[in-house]
């Protein structure tokens, strides 16, 4: 993750540009998603409970930090979160599906506003 001290082209808001390479943050940001959403599924007697699962809430705050420092806070990490919560939805492997949605989101704005070109 790498951030330009100066606004993005194009950008109304004045922030500085972030933007996420595919470089070792993502592929380990990946890996833990994977591992915590193949985690839950393997051992569901343990996280089926939803909230009142201490193993679901271990791993989802651990998660939540560790996503927060690879890539940065992203709204797609809230629902992953959240939705873990609910029981029975631990089925759904939404870690890895923010973070696959964070690059793909961070893909299509280094394309839209890539350097030297106009934003669409």
Do not use: C
Request: aromatic fraction near 8%; glycine fraction near 8%.
């Amino acid at each position: 993750m790498s951030a330009n001290p100066q606004p993005g082209p194009g950008d109304p808001t004045g922030e500085p540009a972030v933007t996420i390479s595919a470089g070792l943050r993502l592929r380990v940001a990946f890996l833990l998603a994977i591992l915590a959403d193949a985690l839950q599924l393997a051992v569901i007697p343990l996280f089926v409970e939803g909230a009142e699962s201490p193993a679901t809430d271990i791993v989802d705050v651990a998660m939540a930090a560790a996503m927060f420092f690879l890539l940065g806070w992203h709204w797609e990490f809230l629902p992953s979160f959240a939705a873990k919560l609910i029981p029975g939805v631990d089925l759904v492997p939404l870690w890895t599906l923010a973070v696959a949605n964070v690059y793909r989101k961070a893909k299509r704005a280094v394309a839209v506003t890539g350097p030297g070109s106009e934003p669409r």
